[in-house]
């Protein structure tokens, strides 16, 4: 549409150009050709200011991001229901282990029961947990995580329990309790589990109102019991990861308590952390339905999940943690994680989450969270509930297909983008990348929009225009639909019998060629780059 011909109204007709029916001076043939041209290089201009451009520089990343930077979780609630999340279950690790294919991949294992769980790793467990406690981690379902971790190539990030259960008298102002913590972390070096970090208290900021006031543990307490618990990790192995507490951050609220991030790492020790960590939903699943007045403004919808002031909260909020580490001298230079992230809290919202219209915020969020310096994003979760990357069935939902092209294509650095002429409303996002194939740089285009297709031509200052190009391009039959397709609705993404994924086979173009955008789509460009780059 950009180049179509333009009839000028009167008073905006180009000079010498007369109207039809005008007295002519000079041939009829001649003003016909006169008015051709010109139409002509009209439209040519119309079209150059018009037309959209997104330029990714790729003269210096502005972050490095870990190779596992797309990450995944297995919420604790499923560890004590086998049947929600068939570890053993040959298809579902092929599914995993064609992630972790794609690129290395970690498992957190943690959530709101970790900060319950009593750890019994003996001969003899025990069936019922002490007080303070709500399930007990054996040693036969500790067993079988990692087995499937082996089995998937994964390494696993444990959240410990910092609940009010290892606490004397169950007292949220009691210095934390190493004892239980230790027979799982000493069982788990004797079985030599690919645990390769240990991260202390999911959402304590949240602990009021997961279990009620009485297993509050305020920041200051916490940071204190973290420099703790880093110790006793260093010691039992240097090379494992001491991260800090997942803070969770609320849409329109923030931290609920306020400032309880900065308290907490104003009262760790120095040096103690190797990761700082947090969790994000913009928005609310139905489980919140009527749990306060006006909840319905942050209720997850299909085209909520659309909206740039939507998304856009999660650059503010990666933003804020940065913020909040600079300014903390203990933990200056700390490297951010998302430590679990999805389109809606509460086990996600169906239509929403386990749908096409989860991916464009997933994606989008991916972009903006390693464009703030952020090294790892994890997905919650795995499997079940509406925001699995895996059904209850064992069949890939479309954030699962987003994640293993994400995972092919990108690689360990993110770059700086920029846009011309783009659409006003904001519906097209982009976002820059090493590939992780070299010698090419990505740029992620996501088209918002329900009804236009777009043309954009993709830009770098060290573009090599003597290779082709490779464009991934994923559309679903519809927003709410679960199918996915692959550069046109003859390739639907699809696993084999056992679980398998199936290759993604990009479409070859021109790198000084436009690409077309359809509605509802996120497209993975690859454009060739000079050896000189650093994506080369």
Not at 84 to 109: E, M, W, Y
Not at 149 to 177: E, Y
Request: charged share 15%; proline share 7%.
């Amino acid at each position: 549409e950009h180049a179509r011909e333009v009839n000028f109204p009167l008073k905006f007709r180009p000079r010498g150009l007369k109207p039809l029916g005008a007295a002519a001076s000079g041939s009829i043939e001649m003003q016909s050709k006169i008015k051709a041209s010109t139409l002509i290089t009209f439209s040519f201009f119309i079209y150059l200011a018009s037309a959209v451009t997104v330029t990714i520089d790729v003269s210096t990343p502005i972050a490095s991001l870990e190779p596992a930077f797309a990450s995944t979780t297995i919420d604790t609630s499923l560890l004590f229901n086998g049947a929600l999340c068939n570890l053993t279950s040959p298809r579902l690790q092929n599914l995993v282990r064609s992630l972790s294919s794609a690129a290395p991949l970690r498992l957190r294992v943690g959530g709101t029961s970790a900060d319950q769980i009593f750890y019994d790793l003996s001969d003899s467990p025990v069936s019922t947990p002490p007080p303070g406690y709500a399930h007990v981690l054996n040693r036969w379902i500790w067993g079988n995580v990692n087995k499937f971790a082996l089995a998937t190539n994964l390494d696993i990030v444990f959240g410990v329990n910092a609940g009010i259960g290892p606490r004397p008298h169950q007292d949220g102002n009691a210095p934390w309790d190493p004892t239980n913590f230790l027979q799982l972390a000493n069982f788990t070096i004797q079985q030599k589990f690919p645990v390769i970090g240990y991260e202390f208290a999911n959402e304590p900021n949240l602990f009021g109102s997961a279990f009620g006031v009485g297993a509050i543990v305020w920041p200051d307490r916490l940071g204190k019991d973290f420099s703790t618990f880093s110790s006793i990790v260093q010691k039992l192995n240097p090379s494992l990861l001491r991260i800090t507490n997942d803070i969770a951050l609320i849409p329109l609220v923030g931290q609920i308590w306020p400032d309880y991030v900065q308290t907490f790492l104003a009262h760790v020790a120095p040096h103690s952390a190797d990761i700082i960590t947090w969790h994000w939903y913009p928005l609310l699943s139905d489980k919140y339905n009527g749990s306060f007045p006006g909840w319905e403004i942050l209720r997850a919808t299909p085209n909520k999940v659309l909206l740039p002031e939507v998304l856009d909260e999660a650059g503010s909020q990666a933003r804020m943690m940065s913020g909040a580490v600079k300014a903390a001298p203990a933990v200056q230079g700390t490297p951010l994680w998302l430590g679990e992230t999805d389109s809606a809290v509460g086990g996600g919202q169906n239509g929403v989450s386990n749908t096409f219209a989860g991916t464009f915020e997933y994606l989008d969020k991916l972009g903006q969270v390693s464009a703030n310096g952020h090294k790892l994003v994890f997905r919650q979760t795995m499997c079940n509930y509406n925001y699995g990357l895996i059904s209850s069935s064992l069949d890939p939902r479309p954030s699962y297909w987003a994640l293993l092209l994400f995972k092919t294509v990108v690689g360990t650095a993110a770059l700086r983008a920029s846009i011309q002429n783009g659409p006003k409303d904001g519906s097209l996002r982009y976002y820059g990348f090493c590939s992780s194939t070299k010698g090419y740089a990505v740029a992620l285009l996501i088209n918002l929009s329900k009804t236009s297709s777009l043309s954009v031509s993709v830009a770098t200052s060290q573009t090599d225009q003597g290779r082709q190009g490779q464009i991934y391009t994923l559309t679903s039959s519809s927003l709410e639909g679960t199918d996915v397709y692959l550069n046109g609705a003859s390739q639907s993404l699809t696993p084999a019998a056992d679980g398998t994924a199936p290759p993604l086979t990009p479409r070859l173009f021109s790198p000084t060629s436009t690409i077309q955008l359809p509605p509802l789509s996120q497209t993975f460009a690859m454009i060739p780059v000079l050896s000189s780059s650093p994506c080369a």
